[in-house]
């Protein structure tokens, strides 16, 4: 992964050399607790070792124990589903991957009634064991299984904790299970079980992927011009220390669009916290280059455009072609039409004077995916060391978790209390 931070200087709000300098005289300080986190194996900081501590031989033990199946279906939530289908819809695969993790009742009747059940693998993830969602759609998927007489015993496997709801389902009914790594929020995940079975399932070479996150750990140091991963992390918190407090990741290759989504809870949720963090905006290039970009470039400046791309990739030939106007297509490839308009909308952010951060990979690949995850979680890690905020943690989201278990009577949460003091001004139609 290499980061060009050319675009983020002079710009409104922008960095100058100097700024950068100050700002590096910290990332020293930052990657010696990061450094130290990670040798104690602390809370959350444990996560930025996965690359080590993962055994690829301990998911193979479990997916080679089934078939290759035509389809594998994820049930969980958040950072329990979205590693995972980072990779699954990066790469090319015959064996589909789907994903549970919203309760949406159409949606999920709409998917059961598609999916091969008896070549289908489903794959349970949910650290607690305990969230709502995940266990419900479960169930649904168990009873769907049964009613079409396919022993959902023999097409499931868990990840899960020590304890839990789902710890003891498989215990009870004999079913493969991994472990969910200790000290490691969800949302940091993806270079584990969590995020590796799907991929291992489908096929692909999970030891690449943590290969790949090996050389982000390797790039790893304590000034942000000698790592891509800080440079990117500090450099998002120093502009959204002046005012960037949107992050729009925008990657120009739509194997890379659920990584967008990835990136978002990862910020989202790691970052948001006192009054601070930066939102995340998800975008896709070319795609929003006709719609989202206008605000980018010419809304408020409070916006910074992360630009992601392979450096090699696929091409098609454009035909030859005699209409007039579109003669200067002919003889070129998709590939270097996306390429141009790549530039393009990195020059046109610039002239505006919008700060815009080219983010390279070299090709959507195993260990390209591992590197580009890695690198986005230890630049996260260092945001929050530079923002002084608590990155492992999310009380918001547990606070609405508790709210909905009590409303469904899953227990006495006051949380739950609180949602019969919302305040209503509704307006009927006549």
Known sequence: MD??????????????????????????????????????????????????????????????????????????????????????????????????DNVDPDAVDALLADLPLSETVVNVVSKSGTTAETLANFLVVREAMTEA???????TVVTTGEEGNLRSLADEHDLPALDVPDGVPGRFTAL?????????????????????????????????????????????????????????????????????????????????????????????????QHSQLQLYRAGPPDKVVSLVRPTERA???????????????????????????????????AAADVPNLRVEIDRVDERSLGELLYGMEAACVLYGELAGVSTFTQPAVEWGKKAARGLLGGGDFPEADAVADKRELRIERS
Do not use: C
Not at 75 to 91: D, F, M
């Open 149 to 155: 007489g396919v022993d959902w015993t023999e097409r």
């Open 3 to 100: 980061v060009d931070l050319g675009n983020t200087m002079e710009t409104t709000p922008g960095l100058t050399d100097e700024t950068l300098d100050r700002i590096d005289d910290r990332v020293t300080a930052a990657h010696e607790r990061i450094e130290a986190g990670m040798e104690s194996d602390e809370f959350g900081y444990a996560a930025l070792t996965l690359p080590e501590t993962t055994d690829p031989e301990a998911i193979r033990a479990v997916t080679d124990r089934f078939d290759r199946p035509a389809a594998v279906l994820t049930v969980g939530i958040g950072g329990s589903a979205l590693g995972a289908a980072t990779i699954a819809n990066a790469l090319e695969s015959d064996v589909d991957a789907y994903f549970l």
């Open 192 to 288: 584990s079980t969590v995020g590796l079975t799907v991929p291992a399932l489908q096929g692909h070479d999970i030891e690449a992927v943590l290969a790949g996150g090996r050389d982000g750990m390797d790039a790893l140091s304590g000034s942000l011009y000698e790592s891509p991963a800080y440079a990117y992390g500090a450099t998002t918190y120093a502009l959204a220390e002046r005012g960037a407090l949107t992050n729009a990741v925008m990657p120009y290759v739509e194997s890379l669009e659920t990584f967008a989504e990835w990136f978002a809870q990862l910020w989202a949720e790691s970052l948001g916290k006192d009054g601070l963090g930066q939102t995340p905006a998800r975008a896709l290039g070319a795609t929003d």
């Open 315 to 349: 091409e098609t030939a454009i035909p030859e072609t005699d209409l007039d106007g579109l003669a200067y297509l002919g003889g070129s490839s998709l590939g270097e039409l996306l390429d141009a308009e790549f530039e393009a909308t990195e020059a046109s952010l």
